[in-house]
């Protein structure tokens, strides 16, 4: 029996809300927090047992901090914007409570992230005695725990990793973004990096393409290489990877769009001056732009989200894929999103989990790689991710 503070009212944050509601054993007391505390009240309307709500600014960490000492929760979920990660772990750190999040720190200022900043909050959380899970969604957080699946199971050295994301999904808009429109179009507006050889390399934005045919009658689409979070960490603790890189599907429609806002200027973080008021773009651009949360009953179709790891076993080289297939439907059906809040808050509750029943426990700042995946993998059947497993002739890439 325990209590949690979920923060962050979004997409994401109505999922974990759902999950977490649904498992009265686990979470006996839930409080969703927010900066606007209307949008919790109408997640805690659409769930079948009561739940608490609350105002608060987690960027205001003696608010956040007094909010958690008068609570007292086991843990909480950071489901904001990664902007508030250093915010609440200040704050955790000050009330003494675990914490949780599905995506590492970025400074606003600067369209850049990478766990540095967090990993350097490792003494003080093992100091105070308390554990911080970072990265877990799916991709972070299910693509991170795949991978220490296949190294205990299948393989007894990863050489090549790709992480390949796929959302078939058709919204019938123009242009949205299927999760926060400022974070999205940071991450992929920003330079592709891969790991390869020891090293990171460096490449334009979608200047790297290759093509792969998914499972479940997907078929086959476009990817573009992309820079994500989840190889800075693997890497680190799979040094035996002698590359690897992530992969995300996007439509010509799609990419159309982004290059000409991006050729006008719309998608800058740096501010402009309008009317004696200063407005960043990107920001502007997030407030006319479709809120993803309002695409949960137009999106059709499935998304497809794996990874393929080539290494050996036993002297032998082989090639393992294990990868998700999520139905846009069927997850607004469950709780009223779309799948990539879905894949996304169906993981961090199943994190949270984890911490709470003590199958992952210890004090300090980890990834989701460096636990036992077991545990973790039999939830994601039980709640509504389930997985496959197959063994394949060749990765399916071209490069
Ligand atoms: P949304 O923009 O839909 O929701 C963000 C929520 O955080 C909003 O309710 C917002 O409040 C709230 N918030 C923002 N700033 C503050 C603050 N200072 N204090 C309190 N609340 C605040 O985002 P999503 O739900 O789409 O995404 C949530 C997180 O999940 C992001 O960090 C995103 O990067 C991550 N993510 C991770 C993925 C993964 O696979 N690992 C995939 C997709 C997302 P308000 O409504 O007032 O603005």
């Known amino acids: 029996m325990s209590k949690v503070i979920i923060i962050g009212a979004g997409g994401v944050g109505g999922v974990v809300t759902h999950k977490c509601a649904q498992l009265v054993d686990v979470f006996d007391e839930i409080i969703l927090a ?11 309307a659409q769930l079948k047992r009561p739940i608490r709500t609350a105002q608060v600014d987690a960027d205001n960490v003696p608010e956040l901090t007094a909010l958690l000492q008068a609570e007292k929760p086991d843990l909480v979920i950071n489901v904001a914007l990664p902007y508030q990660d250093l915010h609440i772990m200040d704050a955790c750190l000050n009330a003494g409570v675990d914490y949780l999040d599905t995506a590492n720190y970025e400074p606003p200022e600067i369209a850049k992230f990478e766990y540095s900043w967090q990993w350097a909050y490792q003494e003080k959380f093992q100091k105070a005695g308390l554990m911080a899970l970072l990265g877990s969604g799916f991709d972070p957080g299910v693509t991170n725990v795949y991978t220490a699946y296949i190294k205990k199971h299948y393989l007894d050295e990863i050489h090549e990793l790709d992480i390949i994301d796929c959302n078939a999904g058709d919204h019938g808009k123009p242009f949205a973004t299927n999760f926060n429109p400022e974070i999205n179009i940071r991450e992929i507006t920003a330079k592709g990096r891969y790991w390869q050889n020891g090293q990171w ?15 479940a009658g997907i078929g086959p689409k476009d990817i573009y290489l992309l820079y994500h979070e989840e190889l800075e960490s693997i890497v680190k603790h799979y040094p035996e990877i002698k590359r690897a890189r992530f992969w995300m599907t996007f439509g010509q429609s799609y990419l159309k769009h982004l290059e000409v806002l991006q050729n006008i200027g719309m998608t800058s973080i740096e501010p402009v001056m309008y009317n004696g008021v200063e407005v960043i773009p990107l920001q502007f651009l997030k407030a006319v732009l479709p809120d993803p949360s309002s695409l ?3 999106t059709k179709g499935k998304t497809c989200i794996g990874c393929v790891a080539k290494g050996l076993k036993d002297g032998v080289e082989k090639i393992i894929y294990i990868y998700n297939i999520c139905d846009h439907q069927e997850c607004y059906a469950e709780v009223q999103s779309q799948a990539i809040s879905y894949t996304t808050g169906v993981p961090a509750m199943i994190g949270a989990k ?22 973790f993998m039999a939830d ?17 890439l071209a490069s």
């Not at 927010?34 to 805690?44: F, G, P, V």
């Not at 709470?356 to 636990?371: C, I, R």
């Not at 994601?380 to 399916?396: K, Q, S």
């Open 34 to 44: 927010s900066r606007t505390e209307s949008k919790c009240q109408a997640i805690a």
């Open 201 to 215: 390399v460096e490449v334009d934005a979608m200047s790297i393409k290759d093509s792969y045919d998914f499972p």
């Open 296 to 298: 949960g009953p137009l």
């Open 354 to 375: 984890m911490m709470l029943e003590g199958h992952w426990k210890k004090p300090g700042v980890w990834n989701m790689e460096q636990f036992d995946p077991d545990p």
């Open 380 to 396: 994601l059947n039980r709640y509504g991710l389930p997985w496959e497993v197959v063994e394949l002739n060749n990765t399916g």
